[in-house]
Nanobody, 119 residues
C-alpha cells in the first residue's frame, strides 16, 4: 500500500489542522490505518487508529477530546482533524496502514507531514 500524507503546516496555539492520507495499491487487505507522530530523539508514537471494517477508533491520551480520526472508504482517504493544538503537538506525522496476509502483517508508512505549533 502506498500512502501519501498532506495537510501539515505552521499554526498558532489553539489552532486547527486537518491531515489527510491517501492510500493506493493493494488496499483490500488493509484492516487498520493510523496516525503516528515522531520527534527527533523520541520513539514514534501512536496518535490515533481506526479499524476499517467497523470504524472503531483508538486515541492516545494526548489526543482524546481534541483529535478525530476518520476515513472515507470511497476515496481511500484517512483524515486526522486536530483542534486546540499546542506546541507539544509539534512533530512529523506519519500515516500507517497494516495489511493482513496469511502468514504476516505488512506495515506500510507514508513519508510524513510536518506539523509545527507556535506558542
Amino acid at each position: 500500500v502506498q500512502l501519501v500524507e498532506s495537510g501539515g503546516g505552521l499554526v498558532q496555539t489553539g489552532g486547527s489542522l486537518r491531515l489527510s492520507c491517501v492510500a493506493s495499491g493493494t488496499t483490500f487487505r488493509t484492516r487498520t490505518m493510523a496516525w503516528y507522530r515522531h520527534n527527533l530523539g523520541t520513539l514514534r508514537k501512536l496518535v490515533a487508529r481506526i479499524v476499517l471494517v467497523n470504524g472503531t477508533t483508538t486515541y492516545a491520551d494526548s489526543a482524546k477530546g481534541r483529535f478525530t480520526i476518520s476515513r472515507d472508504s470511497g476515496t481511500n482517504t484517512m483524515y486526522l482533524q486536530m483542534n486546540n493544538l499546542t506546541p507539544e503537538d509539534t512533530a512529523m506525522y506519519y500515516c500507517n496502514a497494516d495489511s493482513y496476509y496469511s502468514d504476516f502483517i505488512l506495515h506500510d508508512w507514508g513519508d510524513g507531514t510536518q506539523v509545527t505549533v507556535s506558542s
